[in-house]
């Protein structure tokens, strides 16, 4: 029996196919592994390699009313013949895993998992992300009755994600401090060690909450193109949101604090206390960075109306590297010193000419 | 009382627009025009209070759904429905069919009773077709002319739940949200769009 009958929709009005996580696994996604015949044909099997997005609404349809979200079968095809990796690409661009995968319950008992993809339009690496959001269901892969795995069968729901959280931000900062920011943080995250992620997801999860206050730090956390927990103790990367590059009050903050201080003596400080900070984070960091990087945070929040402590103003020299190192034409090495001796070639640059001056008489 | 889906299967649930309640229930209770599915009953509500609808009311997500009448709508056995001043009109191919009123429930005796976090919506008919608006005229079904007994009045629809999470909006709101944790990687995400220099 179909949802539709000669056209005329069986779902009373006033009612929506509106499932639990739980129906989803238990009832729907079980009885498809079993091979049973679904109520009423209310779920497709999709390829979701042939069908894009916004052609699942119409495959997709519950009767005649509006609808928010559309479900459906699928089965996961392996991108290579003997790795465990899904291929979820169509025609128009691929979905993405994002986050981590949440365990569902029923009652007290773990009965599967969600997963959370993104629809870029494109192909990797250079993908546009989509407002499209999908939710895949799989079923706890061991059961206790012995019986065995979905076959690769798992339950989908697909919306379109409401945008009100998003930080309208300009294309300059993403296009030059975003650049050199994302890749030398890359470096400064490349070897956590698995506890560590924990704490960044923390720091991100605080930061995270007060992103509407503090638009001017964002840090960024991202997995190179698979879920986290898919890889974890991988390589995590972070990325703090600097000001944009028009603004050289932040840049020239180190001097403006403390004028007194010599360049050279300053400049072998800080590349001092960035290499044990590498050196740091290398090893198994502890508490101790993460103190580090939230002063380095508080600073750039707080403006530079106070002279920030040893640890916040070590950290700026790191800073205007991550700025200029990027954009600074040829250097592609991501030596940490160099990346300091280019903060302190080119910030001042920028600044006031005083500066300049005072800078360019003590390098020589 | 069950979900009134009948013999739907699992997932369905009762997740109405408001132009579904007016055009669909409201209209036709008022109407005597049978409704499937008859699926909201008609309550008499003096003797019950907010929180203990479930198995009097259609329950649909956390809210419950009742027809009462008019002049019995807002004294309840513990307290009493104040209208919270806001109203909105309901729309069925760009017309006028119907309002939605806000009300509060206050524990006690008028006019002191203690405001409590239960909120109904209150649906009714327009008063007078072709009166506010010139959209309004044409609406009222020719039926209603050989029932000149039909008092469009007569009926209300209620729905009723307890406000803890802020705004409730039944489905629309419903399904499209993400969680906090999935905003955040998202955003984080946002960095797979940067490609590097070469």
Same mark, same amino acid.
């Not at chain 2, 119907?98 to 206050?106: E, T």
């Not at chain 2, 008092?151 to 909006?169: A, C, H, P």
């Given at each position: 029996?179909?949802?539709?009958?000669?056209?005329?929709?069986?779902?009373?009005?006033?009612?929506?196919?509106?499932?639990?996580?739980?129906?989803?696994?238990?009832?729907?996604?079980?009885?498809?592994?079993?091979?049973?015949?679904?109520?009423?044909?209310?779920?497709?099997?999709?390829?979701?390699?042939?069908?894009?997005?916004?052609?699942?609404?119409?495959?997709?349809?519950?009767?005649?009313?509006?609808q928010n979200d559309w479900y459906f079968f699928s089965h996961k095809d392996k991108k290579y013949p003997t790795g465990t990796r899904t291929n979820r690409a169509t025609a128009a661009g691929f979905w993405k895993a994002t986050g981590r995968d949440k365990a569902i319950y029923g009652g007290v008992k773990r009965i599967g998992m969600r997963k959370t993809l993104v629809f870029y339009c494109g192909r990797a690496p250079n993908g546009q992300k989509s407002d499209w959001i999908m939710h895949e269901y799989r079923l706890e892969e061991s059961r206790d009755d012995g019986s065995h795995s979905s076959e690769g069968w798992v339950v989908c729901r697909v919306f379109k994600k409401k945008s009100h959280y998003r930080i309208p931000e300009s294309s300059s900062s993403k296009n030059t401090s975003s650049v050199a920011g994302a890749a030398k943080t890359k470096e400064i995250f490349r070897s956590c060690s698995e506890g560590t992620l924990?704490?960044?997801?923390?720091?991100?999860?605080?930061?995270?909450?007060?992103?509407?206050?503090?638009?001017?730090?964002?840090?960024?956390?991202?997995?190179?193109?698979?879920?986290?927990?898919?890889?974890? $103790?991988?390589?995590?990367? +972070? &990325?703090?949101?600097? *000001?944009?590059?028009? @603004?050289?009050? =932040?840049?020239?903050?180190?001097? #403006?604090?403390?004028?007194?201080?010599?360049?050279?003596?300053?400049?072998?400080?800080?590349?001092?206390?960035?290499?044990?900070?590498?050196?740091?984070?290398?090893?198994?960091?502890?508490?101790?960075?993460?103190?580090?990087?939230?002063?380095?945070?508080?600073?750039?929040?707080?403006?530079?109306?106070?002279?920030?402590?040893?640890?916040?103003?070590?950290?700026?020299?790191?800073?205007?590297?991550?700025?200029?190192? $990027?954009?600074?034409?040829? +250097? &592609?090495?991501?030596? *940490?010193?160099?990346? @300091?001796?280019? =903060?302190?070639?080119?910030?001042? #640059?920028?600044?006031?000419?005083?500066?300049?001056?005072?800078?360019?008489?003590?390098?020589? | 009382?069950?979900?009134?889906?009948?013999?739907?299967?699992?997932?369905?649930?009762?997740?109405?627009?408001?132009?579904?309640?007016?055009?669909?229930?409201?209209?036709?209770?008022?109407?005597?025009?049978?409704?499937?599915?008859?699926?909201?009953?008609?309550?008499?509500?003096?003797?019950?209070?907010?929180?203990?609808?479930?198995?009097?009311?259609?329950?649909?997500?956390?809210?419950?759904?009742?027809?009462?009448?008019?002049?019995?709508?807002?004294?309840?056995?513990?307290?009493?429905?104040?209208?919270?001043?806001?109203?909105?009109?309901?729309?069925?191919?760009?017309?006028?069919?119907?309002?939605?009123?806000?009300?509060?429930?206050?524990?006690?005796?008028?006019?002191?009773?203690?405001?409590?976090?239960?909120?109904?919506?209150?649906?009714?008919?327009?008063?007078?077709?072709?009166?506010?608006?010139?959209?309004?005229?044409?609406?009222?079904?020719?039926?209603?002319?050989?029932?000149?007994?039909?008092?469009?009045?007569?009926?209300?629809?209620?729905?009723?739940?307890?406000?803890?999470?802020?705004?409730?909006?039944?489905?629309?709101?419903?399904?499209?949200?993400?969680?906090?944790?999935?905003?955040?990687?998202?955003?984080?995400?946002?960095?797979?769009?940067?490609?590097?220099?070469?």
């Amino acid at each position: 029996m179909s949802i539709t009958v000669n056209g005329e929709s069986r779902v009373p009005p006033g009612f929506r196919f509106h499932p639990t996580e739980e129906e989803l696994l238990d009832y729907y996604l079980r009885k498809k592994v079993a091979g049973k015949k679904v109520d009423l044909d209310i779920m497709k099997d999709v390829d979701l390699n042939r069908l894009e997005p916004w052609d699942i609404q119409e495959k997709c349809r519950i009767g005649s009313a509006p609808q928010n979200d559309w479900y459906f079968f699928s089965h996961k095809d392996k991108k290579y013949p003997t790795g465990t990796r899904t291929n979820r690409a169509t025609a128009a661009g691929f979905w993405k895993a994002t986050g981590r995968d949440k365990a569902i319950y029923g009652g007290v008992k773990r009965i599967g998992m969600r997963k959370t993809l993104v629809f870029y339009c494109g192909r990797a690496p250079n993908g546009q992300k989509s407002d499209w959001i999908m939710h895949e269901y799989r079923l706890e892969e061991s059961r206790d009755d012995g019986s065995h795995s979905s076959e690769g069968w798992v339950v989908c729901r697909v919306f379109k994600k409401k945008s009100h959280y998003r930080i309208p931000e300009s294309s300059s900062s993403k296009n030059t401090s975003s650049v050199a920011g994302a890749a030398k943080t890359k470096e400064i995250f490349r070897s956590c060690s698995e506890g560590t992620l924990d704490q960044i997801i923390q720091f991100l999860s605080r930061s995270c909450k007060h992103e509407n206050e503090f638009p001017i730090v964002n840090p960024i956390l991202t997995d190179g193109g698979y879920a986290v927990t898919a890889s974890r $103790g991988a390589s995590v990367e +972070s &990325q703090a949101k600097l *000001p944009p590059l028009e @603004n050289p009050s =932040a840049i020239s903050l180190p001097f #403006d604090c403390s004028p007194h201080v010599g360049r050279s003596s300053y400049l072998q400080d800080s590349i001092h206390v960035l290499l044990s900070v590498d050196q740091g984070y290398n090893e198994g960091p502890e508490v101790n960075d993460w103190a580090a990087l939230d002063r380095l945070v508080a600073s750039h929040l707080n403006g530079q109306s106070s002279c920030p402590e040893q640890a916040a103003f070590s950290f700026c020299p790191t800073i205007n590297g991550l700025l200029y190192g $990027g954009c600074g034409g040829d +250097s &592609q090495e991501y030596n *940490p010193a160099d990346m @300091n001796l280019w =903060a302190f070639t080119r910030a001042p #640059d920028s600044d006031s000419p005083s500066t300049s001056r005072r800078q360019s008489a003590s390098v020589d | 009382m069950g979900n009134g889906a009948g013999d739907l299967p699992p997932g369905f649930r009762f997740f109405p627009s408001d132009e579904e309640l007016v055009v669909h229930f409201l209209h036709r209770k008022a109407a005597h025009l049978p409704c499937y599915p008859d699926v909201i009953p008609s309550l008499d509500p003096r003797h019950y209070d907010p929180w203990d609808l479930n198995g009097k009311a259609l329950p649909g997500g956390n809210q419950w759904y009742f027809f009462t009448r008019r002049a019995l709508s807002r004294v309840w056995a513990s307290g009493y429905w104040m209208p919270t001043g806001v109203e909105k009109p309901v729309t069925s191919a760009g017309r006028n069919v119907g309002i939605k009123k806000y009300l509060a429930f206050y524990a006690g005796q008028a006019p002191v009773g203690i405001k409590t976090n239960w909120v109904m919506h209150e649906y009714h008919l327009l008063d007078c077709p072709g009166g506010t608006s010139a959209d309004d005229s044409g609406w009222r079904p020719s039926k209603t002319s050989g029932h000149p007994e039909v008092d469009f009045n007569e009926w209300v629809l209620g729905r009723v739940y307890e406000s803890d999470f802020g705004s409730q909006s039944s489905f629309y709101d419903d399904g499209t949200e993400l969680s906090c944790l999935d905003e955040m990687f998202l955003s984080l995400d946002d960095l797979d769009e940067i490609s590097l220099p070469k």
